[in-house]
């Protein structure tokens, strides 16, 4: 793959995941019954995130989930023969709460979707919202996310590459494409 162009640098990343918290407390109106969960892999640490700056802001412990949704995907069988199933980790009760799903890019929405049915079979939240850094298009499915940290329009053969340090050592949103 080849680097396009890079959208987004580690200040920019900090600057739009501090937005994010902000909008989510505001929209929210505080914090009282909020959880995240991110979904893996890059959505944990981009709810980490979130969750450290709103302690920031309102000096509330945000409770964060992780959400492994490879047995759900509708694409199972065209990923691989032997899938590596990491697990979900959600300690606590999500019944009658407000769960905020966090993943780092927003495209056909059939992660979103395959999230929402692995979500389910924990509890039923009273309310279900959706933060991702980077919204990129092409919707398969009608879903639409609550928090956009970024609206990057993309072609169909472009990729949105976001690294994070705790994943990739490197903080950055690049468009990339396939070598010819």
């Known amino acids: 793959m080849k680097t396009k162009s890079i ?20 929209q929210n109106k505080g914090l009282d019954n909020i959880y995240l969960v991110g979904i893996r892999s890059r959505g944990v640490p981009l709810a980490n995130r979130l969750a450290e700056y709103m302690k920031e802001i309102e000096n509330v412990e945000i409770p964060v989930g992780i959400l492994d949704i490879t ?53 039923r939240p009273q309310k279900i919202q959706l933060a991702v850094l980077v919204d990129r298009g092409h919707r398969e499915l009608p879903i639409k996310a609550d928090f956009v940290g970024k609206n990057i329009p993309t072609s169909k053969e472009e990729v949105i590459k976001v690294s994070f340090e705790e994943t990739d050592n490197d903080d950055s949103v690049q468009i990339v494409v396939f070598k010819d």
């Open 71 to 123: 047995l759900y995907r509708d694409d199972l069988t065209t990923i691989s023969k032997q899938p590596v199933i990491k697990g979900s980790q959600i300690e606590f009760e999500i019944e009658n709460t407000t769960t905020i799903l966090v993943d780092d890019v927003l495209y056909t929405g059939r992660t979103v979707r395959a999230a929402i049915d692995a979500l389910l079979d924990f509890g």
């Open 7 to 26: 959208v987004m640098d580690k200040d920019a990343i900090q600057r739009t995941i501090k937005r994010i918290a902000h909008e989510i407390i505001e």
